[in-house]
Nanobody, 113 residues
């Protein structure tokens, strides 16, 4: 099982980024999947989750209306579209298979004001 994130970077406030999480060793669409983030000095927090059926999505209050979670089944890839980014979105973003738990290595997102 492997999860590899990509797409992080440095953008100005108000900009957008799309994070990708390429899964291997399992079929991503048959599991609940999530994005988490961890800012310096803070605990890791849940940002968004999508259920295995793809019907239900959940978002942290701080990102509702700005972030979207989706997946490309043929590519076995999870995405996090982030719009109207704010400096407080700066963090390392991690992809996670919810259960059995498996984590990616993370990708850095930095938002400048």
């Amino acid at each position: 099982v492997q999860l590899v994130e990509s797409g992080g970077g440095l953008v100005q406030a108000g900009g957008s980024l799309r994070l990708s999480c390429a899964a291997s060793g399992f079929t991503l669409s048959t599991y609940d999947m999530a994005w988490h983030r961890q800012a310096p000095g803070k605990e890791r927090e849940l940002v968004a989750m999508i259920t295995s059926g793809g019907v239900t999505t959940t978002f942290a209050d701080s990102v509702k209306g700005r972030f979207a979670i989706s997946r490309d089944i043929p590519k076995n890839t999870l995405y996090l579209q982030m719009n109207n980014l704010k400096p407080e979105d700066t963090a390392v973003y991690y992809c996670r298979r919810v259960w059995p738990a498996s984590w990616g290595q993370g990708t850095q997102v930095t938002i400048s004001s």
